[in-house]
T-cell receptor, first 116, second 110 residues
Framework: DTGVSQDPRHKITKRGQNVTFRCDPISEHNHLYWYRQTLGQGPEFLTY????????KSRLLSDRFSAERPKGSFSTLEIQRTEQGDSAMYLC??????????????FGDGTRLSIL | QKEVEQDPGPLSVPEGAIVSLNCTYS??????FMWYRQYSRKGPELLMYTYSSGNKEDGRFTAQVDKSSKYISLFIRDSQPSDSATYLCAMGAAGNKLTFGGGTRVLVKP
């Protein structure tokens, strides 16, 4: 399967700890996105990369959150000093380069974060 | 008011019936529209993608977009128990982020 891959699938941690998630996009997709989804809600946009450049960040992305995409391949999302409210599913999506702009985004199965 | 409104359901239908889903939106800048299906503990799976008003058909799925009314629909014909899932509408403007509805839970009963 060559879809979007996310690791780990589930992370349980204590409040105040730091966590890092990894996303491997579909090969040759240069656009990469992070979203957050809480129970019973639709995904909410967090941040967007085109190749290695982080071009857009949501105000949901507080200073405890940081995302990187070195070399324009995989991406990591780190949350420092986790809080109860950070418990959610963190989804990664990718899309190919498109003529005239936007192409459909393909999602991974997410990392479920549980804060104790 | 949310930018994208979607009835949360649940919507329960008998096997073989037509499932009708819809979303309304307020941002006239939205240019392209998608429908995703999401099973429990899985990521959203792309079903339909369109960027113009009118109908688009793919197998048992038909997507409709009415930009003048800011209203989109998804129809699923000959529904199967395997269609039981949450259906998410999503929309994008000139930028790259998607704005999602809250999702509609669908249950197809055998």
């Amino acid at each position: 399967d060559t879809g979007v891959s996310q690791d780990p699938r589930h992370k349980i941690t204590k409040r105040g700890q730091n966590v890092t998630f990894r996303c491997d996009p579909i090969s040759e997709h240069n656009h990469l996105y992070w979203y957050r989804q809480t129970l019973g809600q639709g995904p909410e946009f967090l941040t967007y990369f085109q190749n290695e450049a982080q071009l857009e960040k949501s105000r949901l992305l507080s200073d405890r959150f940081s995302a990187e995409r070195p070399k324009g391949s995989f991406s990591t999302l780190e949350i420092q000093r986790t809080e109860q409210g950070d418990s959610a599913m963190y989804l990664c999506a990718s899309s190919p380069r498109g003529l005239g702009g936007n192409q459909p985004q393909h999602f991974g199965d997410g990392t479920r974060l549980s804060i104790l | 008011q949310k930018e994208v409104e979607q009835d949360p359901g649940p919507l329960s239908v008998p096997e073989g019936a037509i499932v009708s889903l819809n979303c309304t939106y307020s941002n006239s800048a939205f240019q392209y529209f998608m429908w995703y299906r999401q099973y429990s503990r899985k990521g959203p799976e792309l079903l339909m993608y369109t960027y113009s008003s009118g109908n688009k058909e793919d197998g048992r799925f038909t997507a409709q977009v009415d930009k003048s009314s800011k209203y989109i629909s998804l129809f699923i014909r000959d529904s199967q128990p395997s269609d039981s899932a949450t259906y998410l509408c999503a929309m994008g403007a000139a930028g790259n982020k998607l704005t999602f509805g809250g999702g509609t839970r669908v249950l197809v009963k055998p």
